[in-house]
T-cell receptor, first 109, second 113 residues
Framework: QQPVQSPQAVILREGEDAVINCSSSKALYSVHWYRQKHGEAPVFLMILLKGGEQKGHEKISASFNEKKQQSSLYLTASQLSYSGTYFCGTEGGNTPLVFGKGTRLSVIA | NAGVTQTPKFQVLKTGQSMTLQCAQDMNHEYMSWYRQDPGMGLRLIHYSVGAGITDQGEVPNGYNVSRSTTEDFPLRLLSAAPSQTSVYFC????????????FGDGTRLSIL
């Protein structure tokens, strides 16, 4: 039931781009993205609703392909502050929100 | 504006002991949930509630009980603690349902010896 995230971990140099993928075997109504810094609580980034919309948040954006039950998070021109673990969460309409195992992103100078 | 408050922040228990993790929110949110976080396992849903008086099981409910007698509070009870329940526990809430941004508490780090 947990969505599957890939890659599990990625290391970037400042200024490089990254893509984190999230897929589910079940039909989805919405996809959430959160970032967690070490020792802290997850923090909400964005929600994408059924309809295939793409959202943006400064240099972080995401897309949602409801037909493929997939979402991707795009981080462009990465900064040191982007380091952390990224989680996608999915829900299918009459189901609660469940999260993937996370993608650990490390941005180095 | 406190948001989601979890207590205690840290706790050490012995196997077989019982305890209650507290979660309270002051935002009048209807939807509340409990997750546990273990290395390499992500956030796994334990129990959730869509409103006062209504609770349901998540992915890993065994060994845990919940109740929701008020909108504000959603305590998680460990009936007989086991070492496998050593984890970081997060409580989250949202205004209405899982389709809205979840506000997380700071977590409770629980160790069971």
């Amino acid at each position: 039931q947990q969505p599957v995230q890939s890659p599990q971990a990625v290391i970037l140099r400042e200024g490089e781009d990254a893509v984190i993928n999230c897929s589910s075997s079940k039909a989805l109504y919405s996809v959430h993205w959160y970032r967690q810094k070490h020792g802290e609580a997850p923090v909400f980034l964005m929600i994408l609703l059924k309809g295939g919309e793409q959202k943006g948040h400064e240099k972080i954006s995401a897309s949602f392909n409801e037909k493929k039950q997939q979402s991707s998070l795009y981080l462009t021109a990465s900064q040191l502050s982007y380091s952390g673990t990224y989680f996608c969460g999915t829900e299918g309409g009459n189901t609660p929100l469940v999260f993937g195992k996370g993608t650990r992103l490390s941005v180095i100078a | 504006n406190a948001g989601v408050t979890q207590t205690p922040k840290f706790q050490v228990l012995k196997t077989g002991q019982s305890m209650t993790l507290q979660c309270a929110q002051d935002m009048n949110h209807e939807y509340m949930s409990w997750y546990r976080q273990d290395p390499g396992m992500g956030l796994r849903l334990i129990h959730y509630s869509v409103g006062a008086g209504i609770t349901d099981q998540g992915e890993v409910p065994n060994g845990y009980n919940v109740s929701r007698s008020t909108t504000e509070d959603f305590p998680l009870r460990l009936l007989s603690a086991a070492p496998s329940q050593t984890s970081v526990y997060f409580c989250a809430s949202s205004p209405q349902g899982p389709r809205m941004p979840q506000h997380f508490g700071d977590g409770t780090r629980l160790s069971i010896l």
